[in-house]
């Protein structure tokens, strides 16, 4: 292997690094946020607001890594493929942490109303799509199409627990139309998990192009019609 | 000028030319399917959403073709840079595009229900995202700041309409519940217009940062926390 070679594969080995970092505490910023709403815990709301600048400033920094490798290696083929798969990956990991932003800001709103109760586990959705996160990012390091499918697959039974979450909040906006804000908060903070995984599932697409070299993206990421 | 800069140069001319051909289009969608939904007209809506197929195809073609300039010229320095760009603006395109088949869909569903109205202008609100749209492209291809910075601004605007679109549909639930759903789905169609609005802002960030370097994006992508 020439030295050139050598430089480029530890370049890319340093780019999956900073990436898998950025997406675990991506992960864990949705975490927060999602605890921050369901324990009305706005200070917690608050540091997760706060915190998304850092994550900001990573992506940043990620995408002039890829830029920078781009211009000194000029790779081809595969490695090409690679550092264009992880800038695209790179821009859906910050749009996640600005859902979390979104899903934190709903909880600071929430915790200074009255508490309404719902019959729907949103830690336990939000559960689902960090483990689609956190998988989209493993098929990515150990090129592994079968996981990345997986995490396409589970896409849908997300889809239909934001379905499940509007029926359980049109069902009590009808029963108590005074706390109409609150619940279409809540509602909110389903959308931004459902959006979660869309970005998770764009990054398997992703992977899988660059496994297989087959496209499969724009397959169900439009929303179902009835809801 | 060396042959190899003369056709670099002439692929990117190329490619300008085909992101702003996408960009026209995708304002048409967006155009067609708030159409489809005001004036209660199934038929172009699934016409939308069939079209979306193309959107998609082109997408892809322009990527390709991005990776193809990439590899081929291996491109440093602005011309490096520009097709970044025009990558990450490919993208925001074809989610655009999704977002038309999103309102679209909304369209199909609320044609087969009872009228409901709202004090609320829908088609101006797109009006002045398809307005954003086409400037971030015009800001692109004349890398002209100036116009770039507008539109960043005008996003406030938009967020604002969206605000006051919530307001006149928390109104309308609160008088008449029996038709929550439909107003759930025209709320959406008002969110689904702010995204777009969202997805122009990102293209104009980008060209800001492409012509001066400066990296504002991050700014005010998220939403307030009283909506």
Redesign the interface.
Known sequence: MSRHAIHLEKAIDELKRLILSLGTDVEESARLAVQSLTQRDSDLAKRVIEA??EI?QR??YV?EE??KI??LH?P??ND??LI?AI??IN?DL?RIG?LS??IA??A??LSTEAKVELPFDLQNMAKKVRSMLKRSLDSLVNRDEKLARKVCEDDDAVDDLNREM?GCV?QA??KD?NN??SY?QLLSASRYLERMADHATNIAEDVIYLVTGE?I??GS??????F
Do not use: F, P, W
């Not at 990421?221 to 009835?226: F, L, M």
């Open positions: 998304d600048y900001d992506e940043v995408e890829c830029l781009l211009a000029q081809v083929a090409l493929r264009i800038l695209k821009n910050e600005d932003v979104n800001e709903r600071v709103y509007y049109a906006i009808k139309s109409l804000n279409i496209i993206r724009h990421k439009t929303e179902e019609a009835e």
